[in-house]
């Protein structure tokens, strides 16, 4: 088993910025793709940013590119996402997630471990 603990999240001013980590334990952390999903009342779990094993490639949501960037420290066993620009939309719970089988990123359904979240509200 894999745990996955979300920090970082809290209340920002729109235009703010905000660090999320989240950190790893449980497997080997490099044998996972990461990925950072968010999800809002009544609606689906979205993929907002996902990365592979070694940080090489990096994949983004239309509506985040060039605001957010997610990285990952092997060494530290911790993904980040770093969120610039926050928009009112931006509003969720954000969950970290880890994926050691292959299929698309952007996929809830290829992910093993997803963490309890955490809360991001941008004020307007």
């Known amino acids: 088993q894999m745990q996955l603990v979300e920090s970082g999240g809290g209340l920002v001013q729109a235009g703010g910025s905000l660090k999320l980590s989240c950190a790893a334990s449980?497997?080997?952390?490099?044998?996972?793709?990461m990925a950072w999903f968010r999800q809002v009342p009544a609606k689906e779990r979205e993929f907002v940013a996902g990365?592979?094993?070694?940080?090489?490639?990096?994949y983004y949501a239309d509506s985040v590119k060039g605001r957010f960037a997610i990285s990952r420290d092997n060494a530290l066993n911790t993904v980040y996402l770093q969120m610039n620009s926050l928009k009112s939309d931006d509003t969720a719970v954000y969950y970290c997630?880890?994926?050691?089988?292959?299929?698309?990123?952007?996929?809830?359904?290829?992910?093993?471990?997803w963490g309890r979240g955490t809360q991001v509200t941008v004020s307007a």
């Open positions: 997630a880890a994926a050691n089988s292959w299929g698309s990123l952007y996929h809830l359904s290829t992910y093993n471990y």
């Open positions: 449980g497997r080997t952390f490099s044998d996972f793709r």
């Open positions: 990365i592979d094993w070694k940080g090489t490639y990096t």
